[in-house]
């Protein structure tokens, strides 16, 4: 959980667009060296902060886990870190885009 932490804090302080094409090969590129057990905690870390298991992670879901490590942040801050990802998702994190 503190991992995932730290990467909402990256794409906030690095300010990325990842909508953005470039950064969407970036990411793929990332991903495909990624091990199968390293996808795996990923996997398992994302269902574990979405909750309901819809397969979003919605703004209560993302609040609440960063507030369960002490990493406490403004519904805002949240949203910003949600738009940066995916600038057509208002309040949600969609598992597809990690």
Same mark, same amino acid.
Do not use: W
């Given at each position: 959980?503190?991992?995932?932490?730290?990467? =909402?804090?990256?794409?906030?302080? /690095?300010?990325?667009?990842?909508?953005?094409?470039?950064?969407?090969? !970036?990411? /793929?590129?990332?991903?495909? &060296?990624?091990?199968? /057990?390293? !996808?795996?905690? =990923?996997?398992?870390?994302?269902?574990?902060?979405?909750?309901?298991?819809?397969?979003?992670? /919605?703004?209560?879901?993302? @609040? !609440?886990?960063?507030?369960?490590?002490?990493?406490? @942040?403004?519904?805002?801050?949240?949203?910003?870190?949600?738009?940066?990802?995916?600038?057509?998702? &208002?309040?949600?994190?969609?598992?597809? =885009?990690?």
């Amino acid at each position: 959980i503190r991992h995932a932490a730290r990467c =909402f804090d990256y794409i906030m302080e /690095s300010k990325l667009d990842l909508g953005d094409d470039g950064e969407v090969r !970036r990411r /793929s590129l990332l991903v495909s &060296k990624l091990t199968p /057990s390293q !996808r795996q905690e =990923f996997s398992d870390v994302y269902s574990i902060i979405d909750e309901n298991g819809d397969g979003l992670i /919605s703004l209560l879901e993302l @609040k !609440r886990v960063m507030e369960s490590i002490g990493d406490v @942040k403004s519904d805002e801050q949240l949203k910003a870190i949600i738009q940066r990802d995916e600038p057509t998702v &208002k309040t949600q994190l969609v598992h597809e =885009f990690y």
